[in-house]
């Protein structure tokens, strides 16, 4: 799997390799990502949320032009909603 600064640098949202801390400051200042990055943060194939976007499924999306966009936010809420709760405390 592609790692994330690649994935940033393809899309020119960084110019060169960054350590991981920077990274996050980076994604937490964009507030959107592209579904390259989308798709690493929720560890699924590309081709996946390309699926579930044309079934309508989320996590939800919006387009900047051509570009597909995903806001952190929304992400997170995706991710938060496939949790398994157990009977633990």
């Keep these: 799997m592609t790692n994330l600064t690649d994935l940033l640098a393809k899309d020119g949202l960084l110019t060169c390799k960054e350590n991981m801390q920077e990274i996050l400051l980076t994604l937490i200042k964009l507030q959107h ?4 990055v989308a798709a ?5 194939a590309v081709q996946t949320l390309r699926n579930r976007r044309t079934k309508g499924e ?3 999306y919006f ?9 952190i936010g929304d992400l997170l809420h ?7 709760k157990t009977g633990r405390q």
């Design 40 to 44: 690493w943060l929720l560890g699924i």
């Design 58 to 60: 989320p996590p939800d």
């Design 78 to 84: 995706y991710k938060e909603g496939q949790r398994v």
């Design 33 to 36: 990502v592209n579904e390259y």
């Design 63 to 71: 387009k900047d032009g051509k570009r597909v966009m995903y806001r």
